[in-house]
Structures are given as C-alpha cells and as structure tokens.
C-alpha cells in the first residue's frame, strides 16, 4: 500500500469519525435566522438584556431539542441581534437593515412601546412577520397591520386588577393620582385608567403627564402631599420610578399606596432601593408557576431556575414574554409547514400553545391579553396579591410614614 492510499483511507476515517461526533445541532444543516434590535446601552439597557437572554436561551433550547420541524426536515435557529442604544431612530435603520441586508427570515421585537410601534412600520413594509414582547401600548394594534404580534397584555389595562384591589381595601382611598410619562405605552395606560377609576368611584384629584426619562418630581410630589392624595399610581419605566420613590422618600411624602406599571417585579429594582422599596405595589403577567407548562422548558419554575442559573439574576415577565416570542414564531413555522413569511404570518394569526408564559392565542388585532396580577413588596419578599380571580393574599396597607418604618 502507497503512502498517498495510506494518507487517503486514513483521511476518510477522520471523516467519518468527525461526522460521527458531531454535535446534534451541527447536523442542522439549514437555518432560520431570527433578527433583532434590543436596548443594549443607554438608559433602558437593564430591561433590553432581559430580551437578549430570553431570545438567546429559547433559541439555544429548540436547538437543543432538535431544531425547527419543516416539511420533515430540522432547521437550527439561529439569532442576528443589534444594540440599538435605546435610540428609536437607530432601531428602526436596524431592522431594515435586518431585513434588507441581512435577510433574516423572521423578526424578534425591541423593548418599549414607542420602539415596537415604530420597528413594526418596517416589518409591516416588508412582509415580515415580527413577535415582540416588549410593546403593549394599544397604539401598535390599532393601525390594522397584518404582520406584527405582540405577547404583551394591552397597556390601557395594566391597571385594571389595581383599581379592583383599591375598591376592596380598608380604609378605601378617597382620592388618586395618576401620573404617566409622555411615550406611547404610558399613554396608553393612563387613557384605560381614567375610565376604570371612574367605573370603580374613584376620585381623580391629579391627572399629571411628565416627560419621558424624566429625573425631578419633586413638583409633582409636593403636589401629592398638598392635596393628601391616598393613592398614587405611576406609569413610567424603571429609573424614572426609583427617581420617583427616592424623591418621595427625601420630600416624606407617604399617601396610603404607591403602585407602578414597572419595576417592582425585577430583582435589580428591589435591590436599588433596599427598604425603600417595602410596600410598594406593581403588576406582572407572569410568575414563575410549575402550572405553567412548556414543550421546551418543562414549566416556568423549571425555566426561572435554568435561567438563573445562565445568567445569574432572575427573569422576570419581559424574559417569559421573550420566550414566548420565539416558541411562537416557531409553532407557526411548524404548523405552516414552510418559512414562507406569508404562510407563517397566517399561521401566527391562528397559533394556539401553552408557553411557560401562559396561553398565547393572538385576538383579531394580533395582541394577547393575560390578567395582571398585583404584587407588592413586603419586607425582602415579593408577593402577589390580587389576580384575575380576586384576592390571593393580604396586602400591607396603608404605607406608613418614612420615618415610621
């Protein structure tokens, strides 16, 4: 036998024994390419991490699991991500950039409503199917656009399980204040507040908009205190809030009850404010429940853990509604049979799963919606509250003055 047979056989066997050992997701020789704009820097970078770590680890785990299902032929998933710097107009030349440029099959979405209803233009303009969690406003569905879904319940009703718990509790507020920021989502929210609170017999003493990243509120809070308003609920993101409740504490200014859109649900805000940030209320979607089951992740509490345990905080709605997302533009792929972004648009319009994040079926406008469960802080504990079906534990109430705690 030559040396050049030798070298020969010997290179086929190294062939053979390579494809032998190959990794389960290395087999997946075709790709689907999820593409993405996320606050990575910038002041909403600590919420925008939680949709990078959430889109990151459901396309890991379909990998994992032996990809995408396509007319009987497995497909890896695979995700193009920018960081958009928390710049609306630099996210928006990033998705057609994805989708001109970069051709990615399918869109992930950004955080924050006036993001989601801004990029949504250019999926919409493409034919591009896109699945955001990270935009509630009511505005981005209500413009009868075809190609965008959203997993996040309709901001006019993030409320909504609040102003129930506040007619139940004792001494019942006689007066609230409802404060929002200038964006799109917290519009939004404001503008289906005003109603409940009317419904529910709620006097409205201050009805105050504030600007975006806004960081004095001292006005608005010496307001608060001169008219003695008993509740105050807050619609604005996560360092306009701790902004807020710093304030508060530095004017003393204590009414019964503080509750925000945001915030209360992430570990980084509760550790940023330490014991001011007992009593406060919030809202959330999801909680880690092992009665929410998943194909991928077994249940929430299963995936909360795994999680945790990647990128070492713990996730909160934002990182389930990321996950969901991705599951779901993955269900539409499989049950369309096909990447076309036509037949998997049609497909989302008709998805029905349970996620770790809950049930996703899309209405008529493309938006999910799943009650709001009231949470409060107390002491060191995160604890829900009041939910779709009514009460679910004693709140702490009232808030007692700063200096009495």
């Known amino acids: 036998m030559n040396s050049v047979f030798k070298i020969s056989r010997l290179s086929a066997l190294l062939l053979v024994a390579a494809a032998v050992s190959m990794p389960s997701d290395a087999v997946l020789a075709k790709e689907i390419v999820l593409g993405a704009s996320v606050q990575l820097t910038g002041p909403v970078a600590n919420t925008g991490r939680y949709y990078r770590d959430a889109y990151q680890l459901a396309v890991d785990r379909v990998n994992a699991a032996g ?6 032929e497995s497909y890896k998933l ?11 107009n630099l996210s928006v030349r990033q998705y057609t950039q994805l989708v001109s440029q970069d051709k990615v099959d399918f869109l992930l979405g950004p955080f924050a409503s006036n993001f989601a209803l801004a990029d949504s233009a250019v999926s919409e303009k493409y034919k591009i199917p896109m699945v955001q969690g990270g935009g509630a406003s009511d505005q981005i569905f209500s413009r009868a656009f075809r190609y965008i879904f959203g997993t996040l319940a309709p901001a006019s009703n993030y409320f909504g399980s609040t ?17 929002y920021a200038d964006d799109a989502f917290d519009v939004s929210v404001a503008e289906g507040t005003r109603p409940k609170l009317k419904k529910a017999g709620l006097t409205l003493v201050m009805d105050e908009r504030y600007s975006t990243n806004a960081t004095d509120f001292n006005s608005l ?37 503080y509750s925000f859109t945001v915030g209360v649900p992430s570990e980084d805000f509760r550790k940023a404010l330490g014991k001011d940030a007992d009593y406060a209320f919030g809202m959330t979607a999801w909680l880690p429940s092992a009665d929410l089951k998943d194909r ?110």
């Open 67 to 72: 990809g995408v299902k396509v007319d009987n």
């Open 78 to 88: 695979v995700l193009k991500l920018y960081d958009n710097q928390s710049d609306v």
């Open 163 to 179: 102003v129930e718990m506040l007619k139940g509790l004792d001494p019942a507020p006689k007066s609230v204040a409802l404060l």
């Open 221 to 257: 809070l010496s307001r608060i205190k001169s008219k003695n308003v008993d509740a105050v609920l807050v619609a604005g993101h996560e360092t306009e809030i701790l902004n807020f409740v710093r304030q508060a504490k530095s004017l003393a200014v204590a009414p019964k009850m």
């Open 296 to 405: 991928w992740f077994g249940d929430a509490a299963q995936f909360a853990a795994v999680y945790k345990a990647k990128f070492g905080y713990d996730p909160d709605y934002h990182a389930a509604s990321g996950v969901a997302d991705v599951e779901a533009l993955v269900q539409a792929v499989e049950t369309a049979g096909s990447t076309d972004p036509a037949k998997v648009r049609d497909a989302l319009a008709k998805v029905k799963f349970d996620s770790l994040y809950g049930p996703v079926a899309f209405n008529e406008n493309g938006q999910i919606d799943l009650p709001q469960t009231v949470i409060q802080v107390q002491v060191d504990r995160l604890v829900a509250i009041y939910g779709g079906n009514g009460k679910i534990a004693p709140p702490k109430y009232p808030m007692p003055a700063w200096n009495a705690r």
